[in-house]
């Protein structure tokens, strides 16, 4: 049986993965992880080498690949899905591309798909650097697959924002600042806003915001979802906890980065289905 490919994700495959974009990225990816991979390595063990390894150094670098492996995936997702569809409006294909028998809703997720084939091959491609962790011990296969499956869900999101403002708005560099405005919105707008909320609640009622408060707040950053993820794996950042007036482990603990994931699906569907309702009217005519 012949599976079929969406023709949209087929074309945008074609096109990309034969050019010289695709290759550049991966090797600056890869130079740019596994150079801060052994940059740490050689900081951390100039620092102990009389005292021996550490093998808690390990868990170090698990923590900050993971770490900067999302910060990178934040930067590099929106200019890669943001130019989706303002791409075709600005080379005048777009009006040919709704012209054929594709809805709205394949042409949408064909687009997603190409743009995040990108990411997840950079995911992917990570995998022998944080393999290293492997070396030392202290953490399974288990913990690196959920790390990535997070970072996966998280990148599905922040596509489908680039894809949404990409559809809303026709020149690239708008829908590009747009969807740079909103990473920056649930990553440093979320923790200002916690912190002046914070201030707020203690100077008003003399109290820290309290679970639920901080969960509205700070649930939507990724960053927190991957520090409460990266608290259960190796008990580092307990500040998640803090945040949370959280305690302890168990279902309660585990909600921060539960939570995220939630969001982050619910929301990858919102966007995606205003997406193909943007540009269902134009098909339409």
């Known amino acids: 049986m012949k599976i079929r490919i969406n023709p949209v994700l087929e074309k945008e495959a074609k096109i990309k993965m034969r050019g010289w974009k695709a290759p550049a990225l991966l090797t600056a990816y890869l130079v740019l992880l596994g150079g801060g991979a052994i940059l740490f390595f050689v900081l951390n063990n100039l620092s102990r080498y009389l005292a021996g390894f550490d093998p808690r150094t390990a868990l170090d670098l698990y923590t900050l690949l993971a770490m900067f492996q999302l ?8 200019a890669i899905t943001a130019p989706s569809i303002s791409g075709e409006r600005e080379r005048q294909t777009l009006d040919l591309l ?21 990411i997840i091959l950079l995911i992917i491609s990570s995998i022998p650097i944080f393999s290293i962790i492997f070396l030392y011990g202290g953490l399974s296969p288990v ?4 790390i990535f499956l997070f970072q996966i869900i998280t990148a599905v999101f922040l596509g489908s924002v680039g894809i949404f403002f990409s559809s809303m708005f026709k020149k690239t560099t708008v829908a590009t600042i747009m969807t740079y405005t909103f990473v920056l919105f649930i990553t440093i ?33 990724p960053f927190i979802g991957l520090g409460a993820i990266l608290d259960k794996q190796t008990g580092y950042f307990s500040f998640v906890r803090s945040l949370f007036n959280m305690s302890g482990g ?18 990858s569907a919102i966007f995606l289905w205003l997406s193909a309702l943007i540009i269902r009217p134009v098909k339409e005519r």
């Open 71 to 78: 910060g990178l995936l934040l930067f590099i997702t929106p």
């Open 98 to 118: 709704l012209c054929t028998r594709l809805s709205s809703w394949s042409i949408i997720i064909g687009k997603l798909t190409a743009s995040l084939s990108h």
């Open 143 to 146: 913990d690196v697959l959920m």
């Open 189 to 221: 707008a979320t923790l200002i806003g916690f912190a002046f909320y914070g201030s707020f609640t203690h100077a008003l009622f003399g109290r820290a915001p309290g679970t639920w408060e901080a969960i509205v707040i700070l649930c939507p950053n």
């Open 250 to 267: 168990g279902f309660i603990a585990n909600l921060p980065w539960i939570i995220n994931i939630a969001f982050s699906i619910v929301m």
